[in-house]
């Protein structure tokens, strides 16, 4: 096994050319093989081994840079770069994560899962190390999905004007999750098919052969090359319009090639951008044939992991439920439109894409644009519901207050994987939306306690003015019975349970878990009023006065923040509705980044499970007669 003596990447350099296919193989069979075993990005990861390898061994990323976009394909990087023991434990919590981490290695620069920083990022570090007079290498890798996002194309902007050292690599292969979509991606087409590629692709090794060592003789011998492409191609490529010297398209499984241009390239000054193609899922016949479908693959047996359901449970997940009930909103409405930023699978809507073509809108990795659009669409008279993962909607809060609230736009937000999502860990959490959101003027935040009450809320919103945010988490819907509930009422919430010695207020998801603390508690003799409070904002006035006058204790618990969350906005009620005759305790995810792990698992380190909900309140209730002493020392502590 060459793979076991690699201890970083420095083992890499030293390896003999003809063993770099070996190590390729060996680094493909341990990437299937730990994926298999515990879930992952696999396709996009098979397709970038090669480039890799090539890329450790170019350069020095002890001192040089490599900054990968979303970051989501490095499991190579991880394996070459002193990883290697620990990949078995990648996703697990404790075990090494995902994604690249700053925390976990210093060839990491950056801890990173969103789509589009990695030139921006790249350029900061190119310009600080301009102003420290330190010369290294700075490299970029951008997927062709990734490129066509905002983000990415703001520091392409950025750099090709700026003129300074840096390469970026384009690795393209034809997909995001789904295809990449949209006018770059025809344009990445037309430069793939164009007659030079082949001829490229033949001619490299012998201009890069002939070229006699680095400096400017390398860059004269590469402009050739870049005036025959040029010449084939009719024109200059669009990146070298906008200022980087472009070179490629190159076969990115072809390691002499790979290796052989980057050397090349290596000590150009100014931007570059190397243009390779790779294949999604290489070496993988399941992997390589239905790329999207592998993309995120969940833990299975050998030897073919399957695409990731939500966390544990059995039973439908919120986002099946939400899928179907937005085509059943949709059969009846024809002015319903759905939108995704390149999500289609994750977010439910591949139905939806298929029964309603013309309504269904595939924007790219562009989430700033797919809520300006939907501002667009509702403007002339369509009801936009625009399906977006917690965290990436983080991307387009300006967009929800610019193009949606302030325009008084009628349109649905349909916030999925909000909260804790699991093994993508801290770049994925969705746990701040309530709070990125509540303080937006008219706009309605709701969050179903289950699946009929999750149709319910969008059949309301589609029904109602304005914006409303829907959050549901990367679950799957509880099977409880519930006692007959009231209909979804703007701002209304539901006593599901009465008690008077506390009242657990839950939204959303954590309501399942308070409910069933009620039962615990029950049973230690402390009878627990449980409310679903169904809304954030605004939140039931009404129903939380009711309940602070009568009860010693009120907890609230979402699957958030407490920083701004479901629970300041219960706090801000009370206090509007004068001072709380109650002591109010706050649940949910405190400030600081939550690792990866199983979303059950994570949630119970929190105390946000039944058990740590029951025995947060036993331990407050027990304490019960110390509570003013506490206030005192903390106001003695405070001034
Ligand atoms: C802002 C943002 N939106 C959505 C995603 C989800 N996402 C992860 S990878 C990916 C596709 C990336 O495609 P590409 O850059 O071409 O890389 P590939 O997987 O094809 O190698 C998407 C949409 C994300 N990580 N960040």
Redesign the pocket.
Known sequence: MILERINGPADVRRLRREELPQLAAEVREEISRVVAANGG?L??NL??VELTIALHRCFDFRRDALVW??G??AYTHKLLTGRREEFHTLRQQGGISGFPNKDESPYDPFTC????TAISSAVGLVCADALAGRQRHVVAV??????T?G?ALEALNHAGALGKDILVVL???K???SK?VGGISMYLERVRSARFYNRAKRGIRRFVRSLPGIGSAAETALGHLKEGIKVAVGSETLFDQIGFRTFGPVDGHRLDDLIELLEAVRDLSGPVLLHVV?E?GRGHPQAASD?SRY??AAPAQDPCPVLEPPNGGSGPSYTTVFSEALCRLAEERDDIVAIT???EE?TGLTEFARRFPERFFDVG?C?EHAVAFAGGLAAAGRKPAVAI?S??LQ?AYDQVFHDLCLQGASAVVCIGRAGLVGADGP??HGTYDVAYLRHLPGLVLAAPKDGAELEAMLAAAAAAEGVWGIRFPKAHVPAIQWPQGAPVEVGQAELLRDGDGVALVAYGAMVEPAWEAATLLAEQGIEAAVANARFAKPVDGALLAALAARVPLLVTIEEHSVLGGFGSAVLEALAALGAPRCRVELLGVPDRFIEHGRREALLDGLGLSAQGIAARVAELLATRGDWAEERAALLIADF
């Open positions: 990005h396709a996009s397709g970038t976009d979303v989501h394909q899962g969103h789509a589009g951008v997927g062709d999905g990734a490129l996002n983000v690795n393209d292969n997909m995001s999750i990449t790779t999604k790329p993309h995120s930023a390149a999500m994750g990795i989430e993962y965290t990436f991307r770049t994925h």
